[in-house]
């Protein structure tokens, strides 16, 4: 009997979602990236049932970041692409199925804005010591030009993996970096 009852209330549940058009990404205003999500699933960037604490891998998210910044569809190749841009170099990104990692996103992401380079006091960053130093100047110009932050605790944390809903923030932001560049 409970089963039954359970079932019922999903139902019921799913269904009040449709007919009202409840935001699935509706959430208490302390997670930051139920705007975000809102605003890729609007445009199209995700899908409504992407989960934003997922990761993404490293073959995706090229394929993301060359459709949503390049908009290039079309393209069959993408690791390859990005590649041949000088987006990924040839020793970076060798498994395309491994979660992308901050630091990554921050290089790529510099590298296909054509990021000038900036002065900027990284080292109120407290894991900063400890990043990758091939990949800093690429995150301090991320940092710098409002692209990608670190997180509350006052750390970047450029190793870990990158979530979905970080890259997507990742992408806006890089989006609106072009618009603002291109009203100069």
């Known amino acids: 009997m409970m089963r039954i009852f359970n079932k019922f209330s999903i139902l019921v549940l799913s269904a009040m979602i449709v007919l009202n058009g409840i935001n699935v990404y ?3 205003e302390d997670i930051w990236y139920s705007d975000v999500m ?14 934003p604490e997922e990761t993404i891998s490293n073959a995706d998210f090229i394929k993301l970041a060359v459709n949503f ?9 993408y690791m390859e692409y990005a590649r041949q841009q000088g987006y990924v170099l040839i ?16 290089k790529v992401v510099s590298r ?10 990284m080292t ?16 301090g110009k991320c940092y710098a030009y409002g692209i990608m932050s670190g997180y509350e605790d006052n750390t970047f944390r450029g190793r870990y993996p990158a979530t979905k809903a970080e890259v997507i923030a990742t992408m806006l932001n890089a989006k609106a970096y072009l618009n ?5």
Do not use: F, H, Y
């Open 26 to 28: 509706a959430a208490s």
């Open 38 to 51: 809102e605003t890729a699933n609007k445009i199209g960037i995700i899908n409504a049932d992407e989960q």
């Open 69 to 77: 910044i390049e908009d290039k569809n079309d393209i069959v190749l």
């Open 91 to 106: 020793t970076e990104m060798t498994d395309e199925t491994k979660p992308v990692t901050r630091q990554s996103v921050a």
């Open 112 to 121: 296909m804005l054509k990021l000038p380079d900036t002065d900027i006091d």
């Open 124 to 139: 109120n960053v407290a894991d900063w010591d400890t990043t990758c130093p091939k990949c800093k100047e690429d995150i």
């Open 180 to 184: 603002i560049a291109e009203e100069k």
